[in-house]
Every structure is written in C-alpha cells, then in structure tokens.
C-alpha cells in the first residue's frame, strides 16, 4: 500500500546541474508529474493483517542531521514507527507543513 505521495505540485527531477543543486523548475516533458508515490507498506494478510516492512524512496530523512535539524523529519519517522509497532493505528498522522513553514524547519 502507498503511504507516502507528493501532491499534484510535486515532480521527479530528471536533470540536476550540479553548480546550482538548490535551483529546480518543472520541465514538461522531461520531469515526472506528480504526484508521486514515494513510500510503501507491505501487510501480512489475513484476519489480523498487520504492517510488516516498510519502503521509502530515501533514507537521509532518518539520518541524525536531518532527524534533528528537521522536525518534520523527526514527526514523521516517529509516526512510522508507532503504526509498524502499533498496527491499530491507522493511518500516519504526520502534520502536513506548508512551504513556507517547511522552509523554517530546514
């Protein structure tokens, strides 16, 4: 199952100039259109189906730097965590940032 998806605005970046790596626009045609699926849960099945293994496009988020200097990186594994742990949970609460207030967490 997808548990993590960019929104519409989002998009793959296909070419990246490494003397600008913080500069990126949408190229149609060339970059993937969002959204994106960017992480999954595999569950066990039957009647007490639970989650067992989780995928994500990326492992720096859980990096202490990153964990630590980026609350929402740190909301959001501690949520993952809780729902593989606590399989009653049901879904991943993590507060969705605007991006201005997401530029503030950097």
Known sequence: ISIISSSSNGWGETEFDKE?????EYDAGKDIPGPLQL???IRS???NARPVAVFIGDCDFVANEL???RISNWHFTSDLLEWLLWPEVQQIQSKPFS???FKHLQ
Not at 20 to 24: Q, V
């Open 20 to 24: 600008k790596p913080d500069e990126f």
């Open 39 to 41: 992480g999954f849960a």
């Open 45 to 47: 099945t039957g009647t």
């Open 67 to 69: 964990a630590q200097s």
């Open 99 to 101: 991006a201005q207030e």
